[in-house]
T-cell receptor, first 110, second 113 residues
Framework: GIQVEQSPPDLILQEGANSTLRCNFS?????LQWFHQNPWGQLINLFYIPSGTKQNGRLSATTVATERYSLLYISSSQTTDSGVYFCAVAPYSSASKIIFGSGTRLSIRP | DAGVTQSPTHLIKTRGQHVTLRCSPISGHKSVSWYQQVLGQGPQFIFQYYEKEERGRGNFPDRFSARQFPNYSSELNVNALLLGDSALYLC????????????FGQGTRLTVV
């Protein structure tokens, strides 16, 4: 089955810093989403981005489907950005099943 | 508009017991999927239902079953609970079966003792 790898696994930054999170996937996908999981477990939708680039405030994402990767950019980090960021894909071979990466744990220090 | 709602939010069960978890999708969404998330890992796909039919099943034992009702709400049932079933169970709602954005509920945290 498709493999989804996220890097780095952990990231510790000072408030105000910028960061780039990466998601690599091993096969063609129907769609790709980025989520932020808060300390209470809620998965918050950040981007639905099968291809191209999107921006929402301090966050932006780019997916290059032909090269099988996606990047999530966070600028001017705030302590509320802390948490786990997940990339999730729906493979062409089984589009009903969303496969999650293992996540990047981001800690923003004041 | 209400998002995806799950009940209960927390649950403690004893090994060998049965549990039923419930999910109401976003109004207008016809697809519901279930995921299990154990501590330190990403969510793992269990089932997807669309228009009351099972569309996909993950690598989980037959102790796990689910169904979707005419109002598109869904139940996840787990029989003969094991300690290893302790996890956060997440429900996702989407408009269609494929190619559409999924939205998640707050989850049910199940502890098996």
């Amino acid at each position: 089955g498709i493999q989804v790898e996220q890097s780095p696994p952990d990231l510790i930054l000072q408030e105000g810093a910028n960061s780039t999170l990466r998601c690599n996937f091993s096969d063609s996908v129907n769609n790709l989403q980025w989520f932020h999981q808060n300390p209470w477990g809620q998965l918050i939708n950040l981007f639905y981005i099968p291809s191209g680039t999107k921006q929402n405030g301090r966050l932006s994402a780019t997916t290059v489907a032909t090269e099988r990767y996606s990047l999530l950019y966070i600028s001017s980090s705030q302590t509320t950005d802390s948490g786990v960021y997940f990339c999730a894909v729906a493979p062409y071979s089984s589009a009903s099943k969303i496969i999650f990466g293992s996540g990047t744990r981001l800690s923003i220090r004041p | 508009d209400a998002g995806v709602t799950q009940s209960p939010t927390h649950l403690i069960k004893t090994r060998g017991q049965h549990v039923t978890l419930r999910c109401s999708p976003i109004s207008g969404h016809k697809s519901v999927s279930w995921y299990q998330q154990v501590l330190g890992q990403g969510p793992q796909f269990i089932f997807q239902y669309y228009e009351k039919e099972e569309r996909g099943r993950g690598n989980f034992p037959d102790r796990f079953s689910a169904r979707q009702f005419p109002n598109y709400s869904s139940e996840l049932n787990v029989n003969a609970l094991l300690l290893g079933d302790s996890a956060l169970y997440l429900c996702a709602s989407s408009w269609g079966p494929d190619d559409t954005e999924a939205f998640f509920g707050q989850g049910t945290r199940l502890t098996v003792v």
